[in-house]
Nanobody, 126 residues
Framework: VQLQASGGGLVQPGGSLRLSCAAS????????IAWFRQAPGKEREGVAA????????RYVDSVKGRFTISRDRAKNTAYLQMNSLQPEDTALYYC????????????????????WGQGTLVTVSS
């Protein structure tokens, strides 16, 4: 499985971006997708995740109500819609996927995902 993340860029505070993660294939009918981010000097953190079986999602508290994860199975693509962006959202954003419907507590565990995209940079600044 190969993942290609795109859609990052420079945006002013309050603006929006939509990140895309194109997969060569999703790992079967059951899979879990996640977006992580890593800001300079900080650890990688889970931002949003979704499992295919029941559509269950999880968001880190700091993005709840602003970010939305989704996927288009026909296009083998996952998305992260980011609204009301703030400077603290500045980071390198990665998409990741794995086979199976992961349990909720594994959604933000990087080791649960064997497949990663290369990262796309989001900079929020005026």
């Amino acid at each position: 499985v190969q993942l290609q993340a795109s859609g990052g860029g420079l945006v002013q505070p309050g603006g929006s971006l939509r990140l895309s993660c194109a997969a060569s294939t999703f790992t079967g009918d059951a899979y879990t997708i996640a977006w992580f981010r890593q800001a300079p000097g900080k650890e990688r953190e889970g931002v949003a995740a979704l499992r295919s079986g029941d559509g269950k999602t999880r968001y880190v508290d700091s993005v709840k109500g602003r970010f939305t994860i989704s996927r288009d199975r026909a296009k083998n693509t996952a998305y992260l819609q980011m609204n009301s962006l703030q400077p603290e959202d500045t980071a390198l954003y990665y998409c990741a996927t794995t086979s199976g419907n992961k349990i909720y507590s594994d959604f933000f565990r990087p080791g649960a995902y064997p497949y990663w995209g290369q990262g796309t940079l989001v900079t929020v600044s005026s």
